[in-house]
């Protein structure tokens, strides 16, 4: 089969994709894939953002009725655009499968807290409730976003973590919700 027409082009398009998905993926930024790839950052952009809905798209369909175990929730702050703006990413982890359920980038706030545990819901088998356990952030106080999300939960906890220096000085945890023997146990 030629290399030209409709199906060669489409088969170069893809291979061509897919390594920018690839470069992406092992930690190259857009301006670099377009030098290695000798193709414009706009396009390197588009496909990075095509590649984004893809996966978005595989996960909403088929990342659902889990069966959740342990299910830690938290924040990890990361810095965007040139080290100008302040993110956050929110992530809910299986600590048994290391799945993440659910993911949501923005600002530290109720709404992102809120809207990463509906979406953690929506994806869990209700029959069997997870362990859930989050840190000292505010907004994930069962008396907020877990009550809301959730109703009553079998068992809620936190870990808070005093650090002096940048170390860990001190791990303390919280039972929330639930008898304190199935916390100390899980």
């Avoid at 302040?86 to 530290?108: E, K, N, Q, Y």
């Amino acid at each position: 089969m030629p290399a030209f027409g409709k199906g060669g082009r489409r088969r170069h398009r893809r291979a061509s994709f897919d390594e920018v998905a690839a470069l992406s993926v092992e930690g190259l930024n857009k301006s670099a894939i377009a030098r290695v790839k000798r193709i414009g950052w706009n396009t390197v952009d588009r496909r990075l953002e095509r590649a984004a809905n893809s996966c978005q798209r595989f996960n909403d369909g088929r990342v659902r009725a889990l069966a959740l175990e342990e299910l830690q929730a938290d924040e990890i702050r990361t810095i965007v655009g040139g080290k100008q703006q302040l993110s956050w990413v929110f992530v809910a982890i299986d600590v048994w499968s290391r799945l993440w359920p659910a993911t949501v980038v923005g600002r530290r706030s109720y709404r992102n807290t809120l809207s990463l545990l509906r979406d953690v819901a929506n994806r869990m088998n209700h029959a069997c409730f997870p362990l859930l356990a989050t840190d000292g952030f505010e907004f994930y106080f069962y008396e907020k976003a877990v009550r809301r999300v959730f109703g009553p939960v079998r068992l809620y906890g936190r870990v808070i973590k005093t650090r002096r220096n940048d170390r860990v000085v001190r791990v303390e945890r919280r039972t929330r919700i639930g008898a304190a023997w199935r916390w100390e146990q899980a």
